[in-house]
């Protein structure tokens, strides 16, 4: 197949009208020559999205199948049927009840379309119930049966699978997040069969999606930060209700600023190639989250992989991939507080730098990492402000012992803009230690400050004790893809 037409991982993609995409946290399936993509959408009192495309590259808006206007019908098993009105008072990502996560399933016996999501309540996560509602048709009008909770466990993030004879089975967490649980389907896909297994108890996974390949069942997953990118991980299984293998990482540290949504299956050029599909959130404001595309590749029957490629098209499984460097630009994350350096936007001589929520459209948090001569050193470029990132020790407005951290030209007098980087654990973290001053960046609260912006200083390097929660010395470089 010719594909033209590329998607560029992590901007806004457009459908054939012209509109955004909204199919946030989705799930494909392939039918007549169509991939249907189904997702979230929050606006205007719709809940689950339906695009399709031939090519994986155009997608054409089939319409919201879900919306607070669908009919509701109730099923053989007891479950609440209310979406809540459109006027009711919501935690700003639209009306009604927080639709996420929809997926479809076609069961053979039934004919039906049977769709499986995660259902709040509109005001906070605290309801954790799944969802079904069914169709005749792949993109018609679904009927809405009602949210519960699975033999009376939480249930949050979600997905389903369904194997080669036909079982079907809905994975989703639980307690509080801390365990996933694995769920077969009766025959019908209406309602819980049984509660089949347990996976990884008590380490809080998120975003489940499965495949199976050459008899190996794998599943990816993600940590649990709210809307932020973490590091993926995978596991495989030769059965899925058997021994599952420990979580071995997937991606890098952000899983390129992904989370999983689902693997879709396609048959490329007579052969089944594996596509991951992942959801930048983007924790700023969640209708500007993106998506991204890349193919997966299996280098032994039990080792998945996930490179990082710019932009998709379905060449990607049959050509060399192109273009997969990174822009070269960096992200620098303070693990102390979750929160990603900036320069404030204001004229002057000297721009404030503070840590600030990600949000992937703001320059002011994407730095250039330049090396200082040849003795290991490193500069940060600021690409909204042009300056670099440096230390002063000459102001008085700040505690003893704290010295203010600034944007200076280079070469500015009485600060130092060169860095060492040194490695503080296993997982990429470091210290970031300043050249002229020997002290070490810090988002250390101090007494009146904002936790939302906390201000970046340096100070002396202590060691930190893990009691006290996460080390505020501690930062990583993230490369912005
Ligand atoms: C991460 C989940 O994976 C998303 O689907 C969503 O529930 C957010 N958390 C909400 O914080």
Not at 181 to 202: A, F, M
Not at 211 to 217: A, D, L, W
Not at 322 to 345: D, F, P, W
Not at 357 to 373: D, F, G, H, N, R
């Amino acid at each position: 197949m010719e594909n033209i037409a590329r998607l560029y991982n992590g901007q806004a993609w457009k459908d054939t009208d012209g509109h955004t995409i909204r199919a946030h946290g989705g799930w494909m399936l392939q039918q007549d020559g169509y991939y249907y993509w189904f997702g979230e959408d929050r606006t205007d009192g719709k809940k689950v999205s339906c695009y399709r495309s031939s090519d994986l590259s155009c997608w054409e808006n089939r319409g919201a199948v879900l919306t607070l206007k669908s009919k509701v019908r109730p099923t053989y098993y007891r479950t609440s049927l209310e979406m809540y009105s459109p006027d009711q008072e919501d935690i700003g990502y639209g009306q009604g009840a927080v639709i996420e996560r929809p997926k479809v399933l076609r069961n053979e016996r039934t004919g039906k379309y049977v769709m499986w999501m995660h259902w709040e309540n509109g005001r906070d996560y605290h309801d954790a119930r799944c969802a079904v509602a069914t169709c005749d048709t792949i993109d018609g009008d679904y009927v809405y049966h009602g949210s519960f909770n699975p033999i009376g466990y939480m249930s949050r993030d979600c997905t389903v699978f369904q194997d080669d004879d036909g079982s079907a089975y809905f994975i989703s967490a639980a307690r509080d997040n801390a365990d996933l649980l694995v769920y077969r389907l009766s025959d019908d896909y209406l309602s819980i069969d049984e509660h089949v297994k347990t996976l990884w108890p008590g380490q809080y996974r998120e975003a489940p999606a499965v495949m199976k390949r050459n008899g190996v069942y794998f599943l990816i997953t993600s940590a649990c930060t709210g809307w932020l990118p973490n590091q993926g991980t995978y596991a495989y299984a030769d059965s899925l209700t058997g021994k599952w293998s420990q979580l071995l990482p997937f991606g890098d540290s952000t899983t390129y600023d992904s989370q999983p949504a689902f693997i879709m299956p396609l048959q490329v050029q007579g052969k089944t190639e594996y596509l991951y599909v992942g959801d930048r959130w983007d924790p700023s404001s969640y209708h500007d989250s993106t998506y991204v595309f890349l193919p997966l590749s299996f280098p032994m029957d039990k080792e998945m992989k996930v490179d990082w490629a710019d932009h998709f098209t379905l060449n990607h499984f049959t050509d060399s991939i192109e273009n997969t460097l990174h822009s070269g630009m960096h992200r620098i994350k303070s693990c102390g507080a979750e929160r990603y350096l900036a320069v404030q936007q204001t004229a002057g001589e000297e721009a404030a730098v503070n840590g600030k929520m990600l949000s992937y459209l703001a320059e002011e948090q994407k730095w250039i990492v330049e090396q200082a001569e040849d003795d290991g050193y490193v500069l940060f470029k600021n690409v909204f402000d042009g300056r670099y990132l440096a230390a002063s020790l000459s102001s008085d407005e700040l505690p003893e012992g704290d010295g203010k951290v600034l944007l200076v030209q280079k070469g500015a007098h009485g600060c130092c803009c060169e860095w060492a980087l040194k490695d503080a654990d296993d997982e990429g973290k470091i210290l970031i230690r300043n050249r002229m001053s020997g002290k070490v960046l810090s988002t250390r609260n101090r007494t009146g400050e904002s936790l939302a912006h906390p201000s970046v200083h340096v100070e002396e390097a202590v060691e930190h004790d893990p009691r006290k929660g996460r080390d505020p010395q501690l930062f990583e470089i993230l490369a912005v893809y």
